[in-house]
Structures are given as C-alpha cells and as structure tokens.
C-alpha cells in the first residue's frame, strides 16, 4: 500500500498546476476617437489574424511586430487594430507597456512581464514559478488552447519579447517597438512611417475639431508638412488650436517656420516632441550618439555611406555598420540602397544636439566631407569627359582609393548627388 504523497509534496516544492480558466481579462486601452488613416497597415494586421493557422492545425502563434520612429502612433495603430480584433479572440486581450522608451523609468523586465501578465490571467502569486524559464513554460501552459490577444506596447528588444510569446497556435500578439526587432525569426513586420498629407491634415482638423480649422484652409499642406507629418506633432499643434479659441492656423505657422525655435512650439503640459527623440537619441550607443550628430551638420537632402565615412574620418566598413544601427533604432530612414536621409524634425534634433560640439571638431567634420564632394564630383565628371574643375586650395584628398565610375555610374552618382 502506498502513502499517497508524491515526492513533490514530501519535499515541500509542489510544481503549479494548470488551474481552472479564469474568466476572460479585457485590458486594453481605449481606442481613440480621432485615429485617422493607416488603412493599408490595419488591413494588413487583420487579414494576418484572419489567416492565422488554428490550433488543430498545429500552427504557431501569429506575431506583429510594429516599428517606427518615436511619435509615428505604433501605439495608436496596436491598439486601434486590437480594438477591431477583439471579437475573434473571446478568451481576452492582455496588454503590457513594456517601457523600452518611458522618460524616468526603465524597461520592465521580461520576469516582471510575466508576473504581470500572470496575474492578469487569474494566477495566485504563489503559484508563479521564480525561476524565468519556469515562469515563461507556465505561461505558455495558461494560454495554451485558448484565444487571447495579447498586445506587448513599447519593447525594448527582442531579447525582452521572447519570453512573453505563446507556444501555440490561436493566439495574436502585437508588439510596438521604436527598434526593428530582427530577433523575433517568426515575427511578421509592420514599419510605420509618417503620415501622407492627405491624412496628417485629416488628423489635424479631427483632433482640432473641423469648427476651428476649415477644410478649405489654404495654409494646412504647410503647416502638416512643418510637423513633418508626424502624427504626435500634428497632435500637439492640434490640441493647441482647439483649446486656444484666438490661435489662428497662420500664427501656429508663423511659430513653427522658425526652426530654431521649432520644438518650443511642439511641445505641451505632458508631451514633448524633444522628450520622445532624446529618449531614442539616449538609448544609442557612443559611436552612434556621435554620428548621429555629424548627420546634422550634411547639407542636402540625403547622403550615401562613402560621404558619412569621410564626414566621421572612418573607413566604410565603420560607416556603414552604424549607418546600419541608427536604421535600425528608427532614427535614419534608408529610402533607396545606399542612400539615407534624416526626417525632417530628426534633422533639427541632431543639429541643435551638434551645436554644444567643440566648433573646430565640427568644422573639421564639414570640411572633410565637402573635400569628399569635390573629389568625387571630379572623378565622375571626368568619367563623362568633362572638364576637370580646378580643386579647393588646401583640399585633402580621401585617403580611401579613389571611387570608380563607369558612365552609367558617374551619371547616377552626379544626378543623386544633384550636380546633374
């Protein structure tokens, strides 16, 4: 005859076990009134919930990752798309703020994560494993044949995701980073940009009611364009208007024109524009905090990796590796290969950060990259049989060989260069 006691009891460290479903946990933040646009990215997310595999089918988990740079409304658009979900998922909608970019607090970790979503599932706190990977297989146990949507807002990495991911399928989470989250193998990607005209003057009139900006305004493509069509710029100027009956669209423009006083004016009682790109520009490391500074300094509208080696005095391998981390922090936008460009406002936060740069370093930065300029310009007129323009008195010459042109080259570096 046995005792009846599993060794588990006699040593006092009895395993969690899968306890009654709780009832469903609805915790998603309220949807926004005056969400406007995305059509194309809220299609995109429903119709990947739409085909996720069931669980019969032995799928896997569906995962959207959202990134963008801070202020572009990743927020707003999980939470809008879970909004518009949260009917086919009956067994409830977790959400977590993660707070890979809060100004004073920082990222949760992924044990606190999961106490968190634990918890919300129904969990006693004795019953939550300590251990991570215990803690991480128990949740994965809770939401195991169930349908939940699970929304993990503002993560840091992937390394802080991973842990918070259902291990079957007829679940969808939706992540929103400020950082490509190239870890998540499985993850299907959403990078959000700024908002077209069209739909930045739309937001703008929503959140400032269409009583106090007419849509026949003649001056809203401009004053959209000089928030950058960023949807949390567009916001601020926006609440501005309602809530100050005598501001008049043309003053908040005549405020704005002025860039070295541009982000006084984006700015409110709880949100500012510098706040949320210096709480991205921190979180860089030193080699990318620099660069993106000199980045500021690059006349023109966009520059390519072999002028932002000469502009740094590094070689392109160097160059294009922290070219590559700044893409990937949302902080640099590839538009084509090899071609890069900075967002407007972006622009001006990393020129007012250059300002406080020793001035000789700063020009010595300038000056090698308009050497770099000339030479080059030299060798791709030359390619097409040009006159060969006198060089800069002083000018120093690239220490890195020479670039080779053929005509058809020569003509692409001239023309995106804009000396064609």
Known sequence: MTSGVTSEEASGEAKPARAARPSPRYQLPADTRSFTGRGQEIEHLLALARDEPDAAGGGTVVISAIDGMGGVGKSALAVHAAHLLREQYPDGQLFVDLHGHTKGMEPLTADSALNRLLSSLGVPPQLIPRDLGERAAFYRDR???????????????????????????????????????????????????????????????????????????????????LCGCLPLAIRIVAARLRHHPSLRVEDVIDQLRDEGARFEHLADEDRSLTAVFDLSYSALPAAEQDLFRDLGRVPGADFDTGAVARLIDADRRTADRLLTTLVDHNLLIQHAPDRYRLHDLVRLFARALGEEDPAAEAESAVERLLDHYQHIGQEADHRLARSRRPGRPGAATPPAPAQRFDRVSALAWLHANGRT
């Open 143 to 225: 939401l195991a044949d169930t349908r939940t949507l699970i929304v993990l807002d503002n993560a840091q990495s992937a390394a802080q995701v991973r842990p918070l991911l259902p291990g079957t399928a007829g679940c969808l989470v939706l992540v929103t980073s400020r950082k490509r989250l190239a870890g998540l193998d499985d993850a299907y990607s959403v990078a959000l940009g700024t908002l077209p005209v069209a739909e930045a003057v739309a937001l703008l009139r929503k959140v400032a009611t269409p009583e106090r900006v007419a849509a026949d305004h003649p001056a809203l493509d401009e004053l959209a364009a």
